[in-house]
């Protein structure tokens, strides 16, 4: 694509602008961030796909409040940290999903991806705030200041959750070995 | 992204496999596609949604316009400018009502800099 060349900010400007395909390139550009995150806080691989485009269309149509000098990969995320709690709120949906999940992992799917399974059943047993820090911080590689910004928590509060929410996983991955 | 995050380096991260085990892809033509999609959607409805207040806002004018449109065109000796003014009238209301449902106010740019 033409417009990989581009900044994320020159990407903005010309999606700001009309261009749908300037959109799609920001959206090439940090789907795998996206849905890799949200694939940590969402007990659903399919849910967390479906609620990253969600994420991208509200993107879409808040672009213009994206203030000046932010960073859009930040600036998206919290909104999917945003969309991830707002599901998650649903208690009784959320419940069923889970139940649905497993129910698939008891099956055919659970050969398949040992280690993915292993750090979801990780990640469930953290807090929804540990889970994104964790997911942000050490699955996506983010900083602490970036993620802290993403996830509208104080900077120590975060580090406080990646600190505890790593400790805890490793705690569980080496009992389940 | 990395400058104060002392658990990216995969050594250092022996998470870091797991998290890589369920990684979506770097590149995926299909989920930018279903985006696109979305938003083509979500660009008709909002435009279905405008026309369809205009139309309304066309209809209330015409309306509120019609008993004395009727006076006018029922008058004897009726006058053909009395009629254009109010049918300029209601064309002005309606093109007023697509406006204000196709722009944004900005009441920023009120206020004085």
Known sequence: ?177 | MTENNPHTDPLSNPLAKYFEADAAPATDPAFRLEVMERMARKRLYTEMAKNAATAFMLILSFMLAWPALRGALDAPGASTMATVSILTIIGIVAFAGHWLTTHRWNLRMLLPR
């Open chain 1, 1 to 177: 694509m033409v417009q990989s060349s581009l900044s994320d900010h020159d990407l903005i400007v010309k999606a700001r602008s009309g261009s749908d395909a300037g959109f799609a390139a920001l959206v090439d550009r940090h789907q795998q961030a996206v849905r890799n995150f949200l694939r940590k806080i969402v007990p659903n691989s399919h849910e967390a796909d479906d609620l990253a485009q969600e994420t991208f269309l509200a993107a879409w149509s808040s672009l213009s409040k994206l203030e000046d000098g932010a960073k859009f990969q930040t600036w998206v995320m919290g909104i999917a940290w945003r969309k991830a709690k707002m599901t998650a709120r649903s208690a009784v949906r959320t419940r069923e999903r889970d139940h649905a999940w497993s129910e698939t992992q008891d099956g055919s799917q659970k050969g398949v991806n040992e280690l993915a399974l292993a750090l979801k059943q990780a990640l469930e047993q953290l807090s929804p705030d540990q889970r994104a820090a964790v997911a942000l911080c050490l699955g996506e590689g983010w900083s602490h200041g970036d993620a802290a910004k993403a996830l509208e928590i104080p900077l120590g509060t975060l580090k406080s959750h990646v600190n505890r929410g790593r400790a805890k996983l490793m705690e569980i991955l080496e009992d389940a070995r």
